[in-house]
Nanobody
Framework: QVQLVESGGGLVQPGGSLRLSCAASGFTFHYYVMKWYRQAPGKEREYVAGVTSDGGRKSYGDSVKGRFTISRDNRRRTVSLQMNRLTVEDTAIYYC???????????WGQGTQVTVSS
């Protein structure tokens, strides 16, 4: 059974930091590109960050460049998102996504809420 389970969300003040994690099971993790997306109320889902299957390349959405860092641990089957200098505009549900290399397989987690507020 495929599972992506996000954790680490919560309430943080502007300027603070949070670290999200996504634990994967039920598929061959090191064959998958891993991505983070987010969706704020009333807005479309937005790409946040991605990392290649071997961790060698990373990409970021323009709104988070220089503040967020994505990483993965293929032995532990996890992908993380370190979020620094958070702003109220970062408030959203954050989702982990797995995309299979050379296939149409893709999986989503259930999401974790991040709220940035004073």
């Amino acid at each position: 059974q495929v599972q992506l389970v996000e954790s680490g969300g919560g309430l943080v003040q502007p300027g603070g930091s949070l670290r999200l994690s996504c634990a994967a099971s039920g598929f061959t993790f090191h064959y998958y590109v891993m991505k983070w997306y987010r969706q704020a109320p009333g807005k479309e889902r937005e790409y946040v960050a991605g990392v290649t299957s071997d961790g060698g390349r990373k990409s970021y959405g323009d709104s988070v460049k220089g503040r967020f860092t994505i990483s993965r641990d293929n032995r532990r089957r996890t992908v993380s998102l370190q979020m620094n200098r958070l702003t109220v505009e970062d408030t959203a549900i954050y989702y982990c996504k797995a995309e299979g290399l050379g296939s149409t397989n893709e999986y989503w987690g259930q999401g974790t809420q991040v709220t940035v507020s004073s």
